[in-house]
């Protein structure tokens, strides 16, 4: 029943393509937990993704969602009580202040419109207007969208006011330089679907001293997000719960492979990805979402429904003809804008395809 | 650098051996976890779930380690004032406890000894002096000492006092038979890394009708485990958080195959593996943990430390000579018991090997 079938490409904004030598890795018998062998591993990675991040803050990996993360970094931070902003580009930017509300009754939210930033002024006028805030929620890369934000210019908003500086880096971590320590922020998350090139069922945090007096503070009932169980756990190279231990064995050779590539080649090539992306999308009349190249994102480009064809069509002729994977708009966005992933193991000539591929569906003609 | 080498054989309970067609799957291109094809994979793997666990209750799948279900399993259903009673007879009855302590205030422990069950007639007379308690938590198959409840008995007591009884079967879902629907359990929980032949990575929730109810007047603050948007998710057959797509489809692959084995042969294996474990431990004046045969496990068997040897060289032993890893006791067990696994992919002559690799190791004469 094998036939030669071309396999599908994810330009879809995670999960992403899984390098074949990560593949093999994570293709071996599950280790023992408790190994030596294991701890190791789980050891030299904690380490790799500190190197990466550019930080000493403590490192740890949950065998979980990037929303398992999202809740760790606000369930042991923030107590029912604090007053917190967030800043909501997205989907994503509403995931972590529901989460914020679920555990905390006074959220202020900054919101931008689909497709727009949040400049650190505009943070800086609801904080100079209280001083009582404890935190600031930022999602960094809003996927739902293709908006980056200033965040090295947020996170000294945030220091000047004294308050914690969360951060959501899911699809931006490994695509975008992040010097977590030279910024000062305070707790970082990423997950392992995204440009750290692995399948889905891994979330990392990283956590800074100032957070975990945060932390000595909190009240909130926690159990399997409890990040002071794996700071124990890593005191011993080990976790508190079984994790997902092909996973943790993939996310090391990937670290590998990014330390060996140098991750400045990493981040660079993904800002190639984006302007080749926007350069296309200029060359054929397609509306980005995202006008303001300053906020323009690294890892996913949002496109407007062109007028030929809705984006239901336009994602099923790419995926019948090419099995190319592209994704719609999420809620009020969907029907109205199809994302392009182009984060983790992606490249210029991916570009070039998806390229081609809509000029030929769309009946382009790209020598007019 | 590729040398000819035994690959470790894990006997600790958990993680399993992965046969190698299950391998293959989760060794593929991560898919788009919003794609109908992983919808599809996602609805069979849960009807082959509930197919499993004989029953009609809803059934969630989990990106976490079997810690994550374990809190799920509490925090939607188990308010701060509810009463619970705990039956711990471990480390992981001692776990559940701590979840529960962690978000309620009332908790009642039947403890017993290491190695020793916990009859129903002992949940029995706690529960008639008191008619408020809310639910049970049980911990089916203790894997810290090898010791599995008459869970049918103990369920018949919970509904006769009307109590909702919340199972951790980790260690004993797919290996022993649960008829979740004709116990009338409403709580069932499970993770991939043991009897279900997969890595560590997923957790899996059964949830009756008379849970739902519960979780209707549920205050707890949550999210990433908050059950109801597993089942908003699952009505449109996809879920709430981007999920570990390979190990699903792993999953998927485990539960063709445990249907096409029959379960009565998988259930029925797991016992004859016990049977073996527990002959070749008398035969060789090996003590056993557990000596009431009616609560010995299916899955797990502890030995008691022998005179000859620490169970630090013996375990050390086994490794260096024929790559068998065993487990150590844990807590105030460790060094005294040494701790078998049997569970998933095990078969009759790995016991075989595992005989006399320890007749080897022990210096016994085996003819004497």
Redesign the interface.
Known sequence: MTLIKE??L?L?P?????PECI?KI??S???????VEFSQILTETTKDLQWLGSTSNDAFIL??????A??ASI?NFINPHDKVICLVMGVFGERLA??AQ??ASNITIIKSEPGCGIEASELESVLKQDLNYKAVLITHNETSTGVTLKLKEIAAICQKYNVLTIVDAITSFAAIDIPIDEWGLDVVIT?S?KALML???LAMIFVSAKAWTAYDLNQ??????DLNKYRKSMANNTT????????IAGLNESLKIIKRTGKEAVFNRHKVLKTLVRKFAQKFNFDLLVTDESFASNSVTSFKAPKQLSVNELRASLKEQYKI?I?DGQNELKGKIFRVGHMGYIFERDILMLENALVNIMGINPHK
């Open positions: 396999p599908n994810l879809i995670g999960p992403t393509p899984v593949m994570i293709n018998q599950p280790m023992a937990h408790r190994s065998t979980g969602s990037g929303t398992s999202m809740e369930v529901q989460i679920a555990i997950g679907q399948p889905p069922g909130n009932a926690k159990f399997y997000l508190p719960f079984t994790p997902n231990v092909n996973l994977l994704a």
